[in-house]
């Protein structure tokens, strides 16, 4: 029941991405000065204090509107700060269906220009938002490096990637999202950082090949959940 759930969760978030993405809007969707952009919506989440599978607790803001770019092979959108509606960052929100390539690599900073030429320099602290960032291409993908400037990896942000083989997340990261590696069968071994305090339900659920993760004791408790659907047979290697 819970794989079929899984399975129907994944497709409608794939046939939502297509539906509201498209090709990236135009830079000058973003205002010429970003800091002063306040308009969002509230599908974004921050992170949490406290291990816990439950879903991300909103901190931040999409300011919309995607920011086009020739320099980088996927597209973003400006994070905001919920309480100060400041620009903190970066997600990366939509690769490029030209441009995904076996290894994916996201910037630790965005650089972009305005409609008037203004140069913008942001750190990219989110990875999805609700959606897959890969969507028509999946299969293609054997590799992900999430830089240490990451705090979160939104639910859903790398499902169904079935060929995806060697998976790095760096040292920084504090939450990863429902669902956000499900599905992906080639996946071996996983390494989950210590700084990583929220880990969401079904985030590498299905994921069939799995034999050996190693991830933060407080999770302990939660890894049924984490890794429904897989092997019984993985070693969970513990780090206190």
């Known amino acids: ?24 809007a135009d830079t000058t969707t973003a205002s010429t000065t970003p800091a002063e952009t306040t308009t969002a919506d509230t599908t974004t989440a921050g ?3 406290e291990a816990t599978t439950k879903e991300e607790t909103t901190h931040y803001s999409l300011v ?28 990366g929100c939509y690769w490029e269906y030209d441009k995904v390539a076996k290894d994916v690599v996201f910037d630790e900073v965005f650089t972009y220009r305005n409609s008037v030429g203004e140069q913008f320099s942001y750190p990219v602290i989110q990875i999805g938002y609700g959606q897959g960032v890969i969507p ?8 992900v490096n999430i830089p240490s400037t990451v705090k979160l990896i939104y639910g859903s942000a790398f499902s169904g990637c079935p060929n995806l083989k060697n998976l790095t997340l760096n040292e920084g990261i504090e939450e990863i999202g429902s669902m956000a590696f499900w599905y992906c069968t080639s996946l071996e071994s996983v390494v989950i950082p210590s700084s990583v305090t929220t880990i969401g339900e079904y985030a590498f659920a299905d994921c069939f090949n799995l034999k050996s ?8 408790s939660q890894v049924d959940s984490i890794f429904d659907g897989c092997s019984e047979n993985i070693v969970f290697i513990y780090v206190d």
């Open 1 to 24: 029941m819970k794989r079929f759930l899984a399975l129907f969760l994944a497709i409608s978030a794939s046939a939502m991405m297509f539906v509201s993405c498209g090709e990236p």
């Open 47 to 49: 992170t949490t204090t």
């Open 64 to 91: 919309e509107g995607f920011l086009d770019t020739y320099e980088h092979d996927y597209s973003v959108r400006l994070v905001a700060d919920d309480a100060t509606g400041e620009v903190i960052g970066v997600a």
């Open 136 to 143: 028509f291409q999946a299969s293609v993908v054997e590799s």
């Open 213 to 220: 993760v190693t991830l933060p004791r407080r999770f302990e």
